[in-house]
C-alpha cells in the first residue's frame, strides 16, 4: 500500500523575471519500507520534490497525499505537528544544533514531542549506539567527523519513530568510508525498523544500494 | 529546554555578545550614576532646606501664613508640642517666633527673617549648630546675642562681636528693635539662606515686643524616611484650629525638584535604552541571518513557529538582562565607594551653595530606580527582540535549507 502519492505535482518558482518549472506533473507511489533514490542532474527537482513530499513546501498545482490526506490541506502549525511525527529528516550539511552534545541533538526531537526525559534520554542514547557512537554522545557536532556528524542526523531523524525518512544528499559531503558505514546504518534501519527511506542524490555508491531509483530530469519523471 | 538553548545560543559568537553585554552594563552604569548624581543633589537641596530653616512639617496660626503678623501666634504652643511628640514618627520640635525685620550695620542694611529660638529645641531639629564657622551658637554672656551667615555679615561688613540692629514692628504693629551682639557666624551650604536668616533668643525677642510668651511656629522633624503627608494627617487630627504643612506645600519649588528628578531620570533613562535597543535588534538579526539554514532545519524538524520566536526572543532578554544585571551591579559597587568618599565639587562650590548643594556629594539611588530600571531592560529587550524573532518566522524552510 503507498504511504506517499503524488498527484499532478507541480512546482513552479517565481523568484526571478522568469518561472522556473522546477517539477512538471509528477507522478509517484512510495511504498512502506522502500528504499528509494530520487536521482538527477542539479536542478533537475530532486531537492524541490523531497521539500514538497516534506510539506517543506506548496506544490503550485497537484496534491501530496500521505496516507490518503492531502498534507496542504493542513494548516501552517498542523503540518508542523504533522512533520514532527511522521517525517523525518537529513540533511546535505547535516545541520544539528551546535550547542548541543550529540546525544542532547537527538533527543531534541522528542523534546518537541514532550516526551519524558528519562525516556527520551534513553531512546536518544540507543539510538546514538546503533549508528555506532556510544563513545561520542556528550561530544558537541564540532567535535565530531562529518560522518559522525551526519550519523547523528540519521538518529535525530529517526527518533520520532517516523513513518518516513526524507535525506537530502544525505552522503555528498562524506568520504567513501563514511558514506558507507551512513548507508549501512540506514540500510539497517530501513530492514529492522522498517522505516521507509527516500534519498535525493548524485552519489552512485547510494544509487547502487538503493532499492528503487526515481529518476528525474527537467522537472519531469523519466523512469521510475 | 528552549531556554537552556537560548542561553547556550548567546555564547556561540562570544565576542559580539559580550560586546551588546557591554554597551548594555557601561550605558547603564553612566546613566545610572549620573542619576545618582542629580538624585543627591536634589536630595541634598531638599535636606539642607529642611533642617536650616523649613524642617518636614510647619505650624503656624492660619492667619499667620496670609499675614506675617505676630498678632496671629499660637496660643497655646507648649501643650501643642507635648502632644504630638507622642507621634512615633517624630525626632523633634522646635517653637519659634518668626518676624520679618530690617537688619542694619554702620556700613549696610538688609532685610531678613529672624528666628526666635530656643538653642536647645532648635539644635534637635535644626543643623545650624553644626555650622558654625566663627563664634558659638549661643554659648554666650552677651546680652541679645545674634547669630548670622556669612553672606549677611559679609553684606552688613560686621565681624564676630559686632553690633547689628534688628528693627521690627511690634504686637500692636508699631515699629520696634533692638541692638544684637553677633555672636556666631554660620556657613550653611546654601548661601540664600545665609544671606537672609538671623538666629535670636526668644526671649531676647519677647523682651523687645515687651509680651509675654509667644510663639507663631512650630517646626517638626521626622524620622528619616517617614512619610510627612501622614504625619501631618495625623498631626492635624490633634489641632485642627492650626494651619499644618509640609516641606512640599512651603516650598513647592524643592518638591519639584524631587518630582522632576524622577520624571527626567526616567526619560533620559528611556533614551539611552532605546539606543541600546538599535544596537541589540541589529545584533540580533545578525544571529538570525546567520543562522536561516539552522532556523529552517527546526521549522522543519517540526518546532513551532511559537518556540521559534519564544527561543529568539529569550536569546535577546538573556542578553539584555545579563548586560543590565552587570550594570546594575557595576552601579552598586561605584555607589558604595562613593558613598564612603564622596564626589568632591569644590571646584565648582561657589556655584552649587546658590543652590544648597555641598562641596562633597554623595550619590545615591532609590531603591525603587533599580526595580524600574530593570523593568524598563525588560521591557526594551522585548521590543528590541520583536523584529528579529519576527524575521525568523518569516523564514520559508524549504528556501534556507536550499542555500
Redesign the interface.
Known amino acids: 500500500m503507498s504511504i506517499i502519492s503524488t498527484e499532478n505535482l507541480n512546482k513552479t518558482y517565481h523568484e526571478s523575471e522568469v518561472p522556473v518549472h522546477a517539477l512538471k506533473d509528477v507522478n509517484l507511489n512510495i511504498e512502506q519500507g522502500e528504499f528509494t533514490a530520487v536521482v538527477g542532474p542539479s536542478g533537475s527537482g530532486k531537492?524541490?520534490l523531497l521539500?514538497l513530499i516534506?510539506g517543506?513546501?506548496i506544490p503550485s498545482a497537484g496534491k501530496v497525499i500521505i496516507d490518503g490526506i492531502d498534507i496542504n490541506t493542513f494548516s501552517?502549525?498542523k503540518l508542523?505537528?504533522y512533520?514532527?511525527?511522521n517525517i523525518g529528516?537529513v540533511?546535505q550539511?547535516y545541520?544539528l544544533?551546535?550547542?548541543?552534545s550529540a546525544v542532547e541533538n537527538v533527543e531534541?526531537?522528542m523534546?518537541?514531542?514532550k516526551k519524558a526525559k528519562q525516556q527520551r534520554r534513553k531512546r536518544a542514547l540507543e539510538l546514538i549506539d546503533a549508528v555506532g557512537l556510544a563513545g561520542r554522545a556528550g561530544h558537541k557536532p564540532v567535535q565530531l567527523s562529518g560522518g559522525e556528524q551526519q550519523r547523528v542526523a540519521v538518529a535525530?531523524a529517526i527518533a520520532?519513530n517516523p513513518k518516513y525518512v526524507l535525506a537530502?544528499e544525505p552522503t555528498a559531503n562524506l568520504d567513501s568510508h563514511s558514506a558507507g558505514i551512513l548507508l549501512d546504518i540506514m540500510e539497517s534501519l530501513n530492514n529492522n525498523l522498517e522505516t521507509t527511506f527516500i534519498f535525493s542524490t548524485h552519489d552512485e555508491r547510494v544509487v547502487r544500494r538503493a532499492r528503487r531509483v526515481i529518476e528525474l530530469e527537467d522537472g519531469k519523471v523519466k523512469g521510475i | 529546554m528552549v531556554t537552556g538553548i537560548a542561553w547556550k545560543n548567546i555564547w556561540r559568537n562570544k565576542t559580539r555578545s559580550l560586546i551588546i553585554i557591554s554597551a548594555i552594563a557601561i550605558g547603564l552604569c553612566c546613566s545610572l550614576l549620573s542619576s545618582s548624581i542629580s538624585f543627591a543633589m536634589g536630595e541634598q537641596m531638599i535636606q539642607s532646606a529642611i533642617r536650616t530653616r523649613l524642617s518636614d512639617i510647619q505650624i503656624h496660626n492660619p492667619k499667620f501664613t496670609k499675614d506675617k503678623n505676630i498678632h496671629f501666634f499660637i496660643a497655646n504652643a507648649a501643650d501643642i508640642v507635648n502632644q504630638i511628640e507622642k507621634n512615633p514618627k517624630l525626632v523633634a520640635a522646635s517653637k519659634r517666633v518668626t518676624i520679618n525685620a530690617m537688619v542694619s550695620s554702620p556700613a549696610s542694611a538688609a532685610g531678613v527673617l529672624v528666628l526666635g529660638i530656643d538653642p536647645g529645641e532648635e539644635k534637635s531639629i535644626s543643623n545650624i549648630n553644626n555650622s558654625i564657622s566663627k563664634g558659638n551658637y549661643f554659648q554666650t554672656d552677651l546680652r541679645y546675642p545674634v547669630v548670622l551667615g556669612e553672606k549677611l555679615a559679609s553684606t552688613l561688613d560686621v565681624q564676630l562681636g559686632s553690633k547689628i540692629v534688628l528693627t521690627f514692628q511690634d504686637i500692636s504693629g508699631e515699629l520696634t528693635g533692638g541692638a544684637f551682639r553677633i555672636a556666631g557666624i554660620f556657613r550653611t551650604v546654601s548661601s540664600e539662606f545665609d544671606r537672609s536668616n538671623v538666629f535670636v533668643l526668644a526671649s531676647d525677642l519677647w523682651d523687645l515686643l515687651q509680651t509675654d510668651t509667644l510663639y507663631t511656629e512650630i517646626a517638626v522633624l521626622l524620622n528619616r524616611g517617614a512619610n510627612v503627608d501622614s504625619a501631618a494627617q495625623s498631626i492635624r487630627k490633634i489641632v485642627p484650629d492650626m494651619k499644618v504643612d509640609t516641606w512640599r506645600t512651603l516650598a513647592p519649588e524643592l518638591s519639584y525638584i524631587e518630582e522632576t528628578t524622577s520624571v527626567s531620570l526616567f526619560i533620559f533613562m528611556g533614551v539611552i535604552l532605546m539606543a541600546l535597543t538599535f544596537g541589540t535588534t541589529n545584533s540580533m538579526l545578525m544571529a538570525v541571518l546567520e543562522r536561516r539554514r539552522e532556523l529552517g532545519m527546526l521549522m522543519a524538524v517540526g518546532m513551532s513557529g511559537k518556540s521559534i520566536f519564544l527561543m529568539i526572543v529569550l536569546e535577546t532578554f538573556f542578553l539584555s538582562l545579563t548586560g543590565a544585571l552587570a550594570g546594575l551591579a557595576f552601579t552598586l559597587i561605584f555607589l558604595i565607594l562613593l558613598s564612603c568618599t564622596g564626589i568632591d565639587l569644590s571646584y565648582f562650590a561657589k556655584g552649587l551653595s546658590e543652590y544648597g548643594i555641598a562641596e562633597i556629594l554623595f550619590p545615591y539611588l532609590p531603591g525603587f530606580m533599580f526595580a524600574a530600571v530593570t523593568i524598563m531592560v525588560i521591557i526594551t529587550a522585548i521590543i528590541s527582540a520583536l523584529f528579529p524573532a519576527l524575521k525568523a518566522l518569516r523564514l520559508r524552510p524549504a528556501q534556507v535549507l536550499r542555500m
Open positions: 531537492s524541490t521539500h516534506g517543506l513546501d501552517g502549525s508542523t505537528e512533520r514532527l511525527y529528516f540533511f550539511a545541520n544544533l551546535p550547542v548541543l531534541f526531537i523534546l518537541l514531542q535525530r520520532s537530502d
